[in-house]
């Protein structure tokens, strides 16, 4: 079901794209630079309800590139989509496009050349390998909250009704 009662809006700051302390590295321990300037908002009859920062530039050491970023533009979120290896209760990205014009379709994924390349995701910092949050956010395209925030954001999507599989209209600003 569309939920026109509830919406996001996502505000990057145009800061997050220069990720990188030094241009010439990719690594964890070079893109950490700017992590996290952006702002998530839900919405509620219009109303913002929630407010808090977020990762949503493509800066993970293994990302074929900020291409893999969202861009500017509408996009709908998939609410309570399968977890599989990511903490539970997260949302997937939908029907939208990344950087350099790829597709992103009704269940989170890109295919290129028949195979998937990619799930696009609403999800924490958590890491499985040391049981916390990492101290910043690695993204290869994903929205990353932290955990505390994305508790709180699953509380207000509860609070409102939203079930698994509701979609929920969405835009993404750069400023």
């Keep these: 079901m569309i939920r026109t009662d509830i ?18 590295i990719n690594s964890f321990a070079n893109n950490w ?3 996290s300037l952006d702002t998530i908002r839900l919405l ?7 407010s808090c920062r977020v990762q949503t530039v493509a800066n993970h050491p293994d990302n074929r590139g ?15 989509v399968e977890p599989r290896l990511f ?3 997260i949302h997937g990205i939908i029907n939208t496009v990344d950087m350099d014009g790829q597709k992103i379709d009704h269940e989170s994924m890109q295919y290129e050349g028949g195979y998937q390349n990619g799930r696009w995701l609403i999800h924490s910092r958590w ?8 101290n910043y956010a690695w993204s290869l395209g994903c929205f990353i909250l932290s955990s505390p925030d994305l508790d ?13 599989g509701d979609i929920i209209n ?5 400023i």
């Design 33 to 35: 630079k700017n992590n």
């Design 152 to 164: 709180w954001l699953n509380k207000h999507l509860d609070s409102a009704g939203a079930n698994p």
């Design 87 to 89: 903490r539970p209760r």
């Design 7 to 24: 919406a996001i809006l996502v505000v990057r700051n145009k800061k997050s794209f220069n990720f990188k302390v030094n241009k010439n």
């Design 170 to 174: 969405g835009e993404l600003i750069t």
């Design 127 to 134: 890491s499985q390998k040391t049981k916390a949050d990492t």
């Design 66 to 80: 900020e291409n893999d970023t969202i861009q500017n533009g509408k996009f709908q979120v998939k609410c309570f």
């Design 44 to 50: 509620i009859n219009r109303k913002e309800v929630f």
